[in-house]
């Protein structure tokens, strides 16, 4: 359904909002329940400097950005990145660059140390390769270098039997699937990102800052102290305690170096930080997952097939790290009880980011949606703020369908 009644951005009829709305943009018809969602996050769920933007049938039907924001301001998505570096992932896949099912070793010879010679490509993008708490500790310096962290997931034995469970890679995520594609391109992932993926379709999207955007760029803003419910809820509680022991499993795989008191500092955003350090906009973000879900402005990265085994399920149950339930594909997290995107029942495939960022797809009825957020928050479940808006983006985009 391609091609439908909301055509170009220029022909779409839009209702436009201004800043004595608390926000400004614009919304297409049939898509205003999204926008009342946004005005809810901001006068009732403490939002702030927040945007979204949802993509249906390939044209954008709404583009909202709070006060406190300005309206070409960019910011960083942390793990939203991951997803970033997926789409590319299966760009190069689909044009038979990559293949998932490749032992890393055959591309990246050093990675077959201490019992990893045998780990698919595709182990490693559905957080099953077992290599994500380091023995090693690593600086900011080490990965500012980048080789000092990529020689680290080379040397270290992974944590469990590769392929018999899951675990959230986070940072080893990026070092390793930045390394694999800069062996199989000879380029590094930020060049592949803006060449291959923000150039083609027009994208405020950058891994590796450059010093000029760097003004534009919004910062995040502390989150307000724990509510009772989260510092109830057992499972954020057995999380907080692990994170707080330096030794621990879920410290070394989460916070080994701990980036979040130099995220804003130039030399970390000019870094190429494959699993956290993304720069975009909401805009950006939902441009991107409807390019690969369908045709946006005569691009198209993947067909069809490409999507359905780009989100088929790869690994499901809990987490070795974060210790509780997780879905995974190839590269995105898939809908969940604390991660449900626009619903558990839903065929969304996606990342959050911490603290609010999110980005989706839902290709059964040619929905893309990106929000972002300066505002920091931290909920038991699933943050309402992002929910929301995704179950009003969703159920609109049944209705046009």
Request: charged share 25%; with cysteine.
């Amino acid at each position: 359904m391609t091609g439908g009644r909301y055509g170009t951005l220029s022909g779409a009829r839009r209702t436009y909002a201004t800043a004595a709305d608390g926000f400004s943009g614009f919304v297409a018809p049939g898509f205003e329940r999204v926008a009342r969602e946004f005005g809810c996050n901001i006068t009732e769920r403490g939002d702030t400097g927040a945007a979204v933007s949802v993509y249906y049938e390939g044209a954008p039907v709404v583009d909202l950005v709070s006060g406190g924001c300005r309206t070409d301001s960019v910011q960083l998505v942390r793990s939203v990145t991951k997803s970033v570096v997926a789409v590319l992932a299966h760009v190069l896949a689909y044009r038979g660059v990559l293949d998932f099912d490749r032992p890393i070793a055959e591309v990246w010879p050093e990675f077959a140390r201490n019992g990893k010679e045998n780990i698919p490509i595709r182990w490693v993008f559905s957080h099953q390769a077992g290599v994500t708490a380091l023995d090693r500790t690593l600086t900011v310096e080490d990965i500012l270098a980048w080789d000092p962290a990529v020689a680290a997931v080379a040397e270290q034995r992974p944590n469990w039997e590769p392929g018999t469970a899951h675990g959230y890679h986070d940072l080893a995520f990026g070092w390793i699937t930045g390394e694999i594609l800069r062996r199989v391109t000879g380029r590094t992932v930020g060049t592949l990102v803006r060449e291959e993926l923000a150039v083609p379709l027009g994208l405020d999207l950058w891994i590796g800052l450059p010093d000029e955007v760097r003004p534009r760029l919004a910062q995040f803003l502390p989150a307000p102290p724990l509510s009772s419910e989260v510092q109830r809820d057992p499972r954020a509680k057995a999380l907080r305690t692990s994170l707080a022991d330096r030794a621990s499993f879920a410290s070394r795989a989460l916070q080994n170096p701990d980036v979040s008191e130099v995220e804003h500092d130039p030399a970390y955003l000019r870094a190429e930080v494959p699993a956290a350090n993304g720069v975009a906009d909401a805009r950006s973000l939902a441009r991107l997952y409807a390019a690969f879900i369908g045709e946006l402005d005569g691009v198209r990265l993947v067909d069809p097939k490409a999507v359905d085994a780009a989100r088929r399920e790869q690994a499901a149950g809990v987490d070795r790290v974060v210790g509780y339930y997780r879905r995974y594909a190839t590269g995105f997290m898939l809908p969940d009880p604390t991660r449900p995107m626009a619903g558990e029942d839903t065929g969304c495939f996606g990342h959050y980011g911490m603290g609010g960022p999110l980005a989706f797809a839902e290709p059964e009825h040619r929905l893309a949606f990106g929000y972002t957020t300066v505002q920091q928050q931290s909920h038991a479940g699933a943050d309402p703020r992002s929910r929301l808006l995704a179950e009003a983006a969703r159920d609109c985009a049944r209705e046009e369908y």
